[in-house]
């Protein structure tokens, strides 16, 4: 699987967008990006996954560089409760769905 | 959608017993998944299943350590003879495989205390 590398740690005010980078060099056509957080003491929460192209949800937006090669996900107004640890995950699915997770980065919302 | 249902929320043991983790996935998801998560480790994957079959147990740490899948809805995972050093949270994970990228959805773990 493609590494993934994140900073350890960020920190975002209340009610702005929180950007979390991820670098993903490594990346093969058929790996897809994916974004999860655990926040303290709870199992890790599905966010949003993408291939190449730009995807939204409720929850935050992913931004796939046309390389490739990087990834952005987008908490468009960050609160408290979104104080966690973020990981992003490159996955193949033909090798049976696993996640191989990293250390994330630690997300501190202040208000 | 009740989620993936772990038991027990917590376990306090002392080294030398058996310890068994239990996981309910969520209905109709036919991939189950076993992690270990330590804060020198960090989330690591111990087994998995495809419908009810164990397909790659290479993260499981030793022989103490068992996982069966007898139905597709449920599932155990059993450390015998425990020790300290297995003092971890345990999550387990379900997904739908056969959908193409179907997300993995986690139960809010097991912290096993071992002393």
């Known amino acids: 699987d493609a590494k993934t590398t994140q900073p350890p740690s960020m920190d975002c005010a209340e009610g702005r967008a929180a950007n979390l980078p991820c670098n993903h060099s490594?990346?093969?056509?058929?790996?897809?990006v994916y974004w999860y957080r655990q926040i303290h003491s709870q199992g890790p929460q599905y966010i949003i996954h993408?291939?190449?192209n730009n995807e939204t949800n409720e929850m935050a937006s992913l931004i796939i560089t046309e390389d490739r090669k990087s990834s952005t996900l987008i908490l468009p107004h960050a609160t408290l409760r979104d104080t966690a640890v973020y990981y992003c995950?490159?996955?193949?699915?033909?090798?049976?769905?696993?996640?191989?997770f990293g250390q994330g980065t630690e997300l501190s919302v202040k208000p | 959608d009740a989620g993936v249902i772990q038991s027990p929320r917590h376990e306090v043991t002392e080294m030398g017993q058996e310890v068994t983790l239990r996981c309910k996935p969520i209905?109709?998801?036919?991939?189950l998944f076993w992690y270990r998560q330590t804060m020198m480790r960090g989330l690591e994957l111990l087994i998995y299943?495809?419908?009810?079959?164990?397909?790659?147990d290479s993260g499981m740490p030793e022989d103490r350590f068992s996982a069966k899948m007898p139905n597709a809805s449920f599932s155990t995972l059993k450390i015998q003879p425990s020790e300290p050093r297995d003092s971890a949270v345990y999550f387990c994970?379900?997904?739908?495989?056969?959908?193409?990228?179907?997300?993995?959805?986690f139960g809010n773990g097991t912290r096993l205390t071992v002393t």
């Open positions: 994970a379900s997904s739908l495989a056969g959908t193409k990228n179907s997300p993995l959805h």
């Open positions: 209905s109709g998801h036919n991939s």
């Open positions: 299943f495809n419908n009810n079959v164990p397909i790659d």
């Open positions: 995950i490159v996955r193949v699915y033909n090798q049976g769905g696993k996640l191989i």
């Open positions: 993408g291939l190449k």
């Open positions: 490594t990346i093969s056509g058929n790996e897809y």
